[in-house]
């Protein structure tokens, strides 16, 4: 008998068929009208040999102390225990280092975009059980913007990622924009996700909305795909990392031409005046005009001064996407972006003006928020350290160093005991091979997952846990309205167990049980969050009630409906009655705040800063390429690539890189030669996709292939399965932000000559018994 039940991901809502408790398929639902295909492709990972099923322990930390410094993490065998001598292992090994060491030698920071689920959250059960054990050092802000969360507090104010709800939505670009230039485009294939999971994906309609109502796109990026063909955007290929330099060059014609709104700029900003002498090149003798941006951008002169006149005399809309700031000073386009925007006269005109992150995310631009929904209530963390997200090698390998971060001096922590749950290091963090020299300084790593990926196989100890089929609970996206059941589908693969029951257990030998589980099952949990969601709302919501929700799985939050804090709007109709959350209340062009930090790599105001890496620079002469490693088309960063979807996309059983064919003839490439991507820091082996949507000098290889380094252990050893962080810099953005600046990378790329070595990425490691 076959049985219907609702699944909900971060790619989207599904409908699992089970037959006897068996997974059959995943279909999509009927009323989402573009479902992603990486759902059906699920079905065949779920018991795939990658699945972790038995507790495991490395067998070099088994067998004894000293476990510091041990460059077998990650080559080892490991030994399969039972679950009653991990937990024990890891209870005492908790209280060992918090002993000896201080609760801030655990390191919980765990980034990761784990699962779908509001009460089975990897990070809220993890940092609720360390913190109720004492503490942990935590990480600050995120890969995915990390520079934009820390700068734009500065500039425009409010909560990080306040911007959301401030920005027009596509339902109103579409009715009252005529010209959207996008910095980084627009790319679909992103808006396949939403953290938290989503009933139905709507950003490829909205887009096409604003195409019939006539508004015109222009797409600057170095990759044409990064914008829907419907769109007919216009293609502007910049060299990466560049923007700043094309944004300044736009402003300066501006400004020279005086098309610039002054009467906005002079009410609603601080610190024109200072930046209009950078941008006259009044103090350094370079005026950023468009001649200066377009030797610099490739982008040409005439085509930036069209952009000024454009974005000018039309009702306009700057756009900004998340990877330009993953780079090399990332902060700078972002600001520089608000300025462009405060110039060009529709700040704060409806559908107009600034905003960041369309289509990255199916939620940015759809909608600007929705109610509150219950989670894993937080507990304080009695730690007060805490590293920005992307200092995490640095950590390891030197405690005790001071870095700046945000006008602050921190001293990295001691960390002894690394407990990983929902993330996966191994594919996120840049220049896997100083993180596996950093891997190798703590006593114990502990890791949760579902399957042997990169992370797991350099773990001490594995604690096998189920998926997101394998549990009850309920979803809510970020700013969808829907709340989306999902009962369990299938039992837990072998011996896994939730997460939630992992910690509870744990609790129990540490004596909190009571503190961690409150005296709730699971499925109390699940109907207590979703009764105090229903709760929160007031009489007026008309949520179902649990029974009927869990039956029919439709509920769905009213909408929230603006003008929301720090409206842009409200600034420009009276910026002495409705001042942004900034010291002066105002448009931050120059910030006193960012300029008394004193920093040499941000300074004042919006600033071109050379790129370390870049294609204009000396590093260039030897490796000529710049590596954009975006998000992957086929999966959700490193998740579900062992999935149906993502291996269909392999070539040769490696993940794609896509060439220009110009620089792929002088190399003697073709489409589907495997090549090897490589630079001082690594190298590895990929299979060539031939496109002219891809400017010449640029490649791109996409995030989250399981790394699959030939000699684990051993730093610069290749990567037979191509995860481009064989090959990105672990630098920060600057001491501002100390972000991740993943897409300032340069590389070559030859022809692997002699036999192809096989892709161990999805084989566990040896087991022992
Ligand atoms: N070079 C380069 N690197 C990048 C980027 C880039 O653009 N370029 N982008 C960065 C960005 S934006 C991000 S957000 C990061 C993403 O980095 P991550 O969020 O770390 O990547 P994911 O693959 O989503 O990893 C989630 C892991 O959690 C596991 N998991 C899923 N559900 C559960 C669960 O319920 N419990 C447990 N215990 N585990 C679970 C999955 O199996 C997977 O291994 O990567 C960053 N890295
Ligand atoms: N399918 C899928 N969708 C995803 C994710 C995923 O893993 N898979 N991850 C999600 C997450 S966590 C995040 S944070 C967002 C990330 O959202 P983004 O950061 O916006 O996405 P990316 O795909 O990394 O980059 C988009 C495009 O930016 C362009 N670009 C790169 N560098 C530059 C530059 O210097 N200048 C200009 N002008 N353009 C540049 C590239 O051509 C690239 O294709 O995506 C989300 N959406
Ligand atoms: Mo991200």
Not at 141 to 162: D, F, K, M, Q, R
């Amino acid at each position: 008998m076959e049985r219907r039940l609702s699944v909900a991901t971060h790619w989207g809502s599904f409908v699992a068929v089970v037959d006897s408790g068996r997974l059959v398929r995943i279909e999509p639902r009927d009323d989402d009208p573009a479902p992603s295909p990486i759902g059906p492709g699920m079905v065949t990972a779920a018991d795939d040999g990658a699945r972790v099923l038995r507790p495991a322990v490395r067998k070099g930390w088994l067998d004894g102390l000293p476990r510091a410094n041990d460059t077998a993490r990650g080559a080892d065998a490991f030994v399969e225990v039972s679950w009653d001598d991990a937990l024990t292992l890891v209870s005492e090994e908790l209280r060992r280092v918090r002993e000896q060491h201080g609760d801030s030698a655990v390191f919980g920071g765990s980034y990761g975009w784990a699962s779908a689920g509001a009460f089975h959250n990897a990070q809220g059960q993890l940092h609720r059980f360390l913190a109720l054990g004492g503490g942990y050092t935590d990480s600050r802000n995120t890969y995915s913007t990390a520079a934009l969360e820390v700068v734009l507090p500065h500039v425009i104010g409010g909560h990080p990622w306040s911007y959301q709800s401030r920005m027009p939505m596509w339902d109103e670009i579409a009715e009252h924009c005529e010209f959207v230039v996008a910095f980084g485009g627009l790319a679909l294939k992103n808006s396949q996700i939403n953290p938290g999971g989503l009933a139905r994906h709507r950003t490829r309609d909205l887009q096409r909305r604003c195409r019939a109502a006539g508004v015109r796109f222009v797409n600057v990026s170095p990759i044409r795909a990064d914008t829907a063909g419907f769109l007919d955007a216009e293609w502007l290929p910049v060299v990466p990392n560049t923007d700043t330099a094309a944004m300044l060059g736009i402003a300066h014609t501006m400004l020279v031409n005086g098309w610039h709104d002054e009467d906005f700029l002079r009410r609603c900003c601080v610190g024109f005046d200072r930046f209009a002498a950078y941008l006259l090149g009044e103090a350094d003798g370079v005026p950023k005009d468009a001649d200066w941006a377009a030797r610099i951008t490739g982008i040409g002169r005439d085509a930036l001064t069209g952009l000024a006149r454009r974005l000018t005399e039309r009702r306009s809309l700057v756009m900004v996407n998340y990877a330009v700031q993953r780079a090399d000073h990332g902060e700078q386009p972002i600001w520089m972006s608000v300025v462009l925007a405060a110039m060009a006269g529709s700040m704060g005109r409806p559908g107009c003006g600034w905003g960041a992150g369309y289509a990255t995310m199916d939620a940015t631009g759809v909608a600007p928020g929705r109610p509150f929904v219950a989670s894993v209530p937080a507990v304080p963390n009695p730690v007060a350290d805490f590293i920005p997200v992307a200092r995490i090698a640095d950590a390891l390998l030197h405690p005790g160093r001071t870095i700046d971060y945000d006008g602050r001096r921190l001293t990295l922590p001691e960390l002894r005991l690394v407990y990983w749950c929902g993330g996966n290091p191994f594919h996120h963090h840049q220049d896997l091979h100083r993180l596996t020299r950093a891997w190798q300084t703590p006593d114990t790593v502990v890791v949760h997952e579902a399957w042997w990926n990169t992370t797991a196989k350099f773990a001490d100890i594995v604690l096998p846990v189920a998926t997101g089929l394998e549990r009850d609970d309920f979803a809510a996206g970020f700013s969808d309205p829907h709340l989306v059941a999902m009962p369990k589908v299938r039992e837990p693969a072998g011996e896994s167990r939730t997460d939630h029951h992992v910690f509870a257990a744990l609790a129990a030998r540490l004596g909190y049980e009571r503190e961690f589980t409150q005296g709730r099952s699971e499925s109390a949990w699940v109907r207590h969050l979703y009764e105090e969601t229903r709760a929160a709302l007031g009489d007026g919501a008309a949520l179902p009630d649990f029974d009927e929700f869990w039956r029919t799985s439709a509920a769905e939050l009213p909408a929230l409906t603006g003008p929301f804090p720090g409206d842009f709007g409200a600034l420009r109709s009276d910026p002495g009655r409705f001042p942004l959350p900034t010291p002066s209340g105002r448009i931050e062009i120059f910030s006193e705040e960012i300029d008394s930090f004193g920093y040499d790599d941000c300074a004042g105001h919006p600033t071109w800063f050379e790129p370390a890496e870049w294609l204009g620079g000396d590093l260039a002469d030897r490796f000529p390429l710049h590596l954009i490693s975006n998000q992957p088309a086929s999966r959700l960063h490193s998740q579900y690539d062992n999935g149906g979807h993502s291996l269909a996309s392999k070539i040769h059983g490696r993940e794609p890189v896509t060439i220009n064919p110009s620089d792929a003839a002088s190399r003697g490439i073709e489409n589907g030669t495997v090549v090897r991507v490589h630079n001082d820091r690594g190298s590895c082996l990929a299979g060539a996709v031939l496109s002219d949507d891809v400017m010449p000098g640029v490649v791109q290889l996409s995030t989250g292939a399981w790394w699959d380094p030939v000699r684990p252990g051993t730093s610069g050893t290749l990567d037979r399965h191509g995860n481009p962080n064989s090959l990105t810099a672990d630098r920060p953005c600057s001491r501002l932000s100390q972000g991740p600046s993943a897409l300032s990378a340069l590389v070559d790329v030859e022809v692997h000559d002699g036999p192809l070595p096989e892709v161990r990425a999805f084989t566990p490691p040896r087991l022992e018994r």
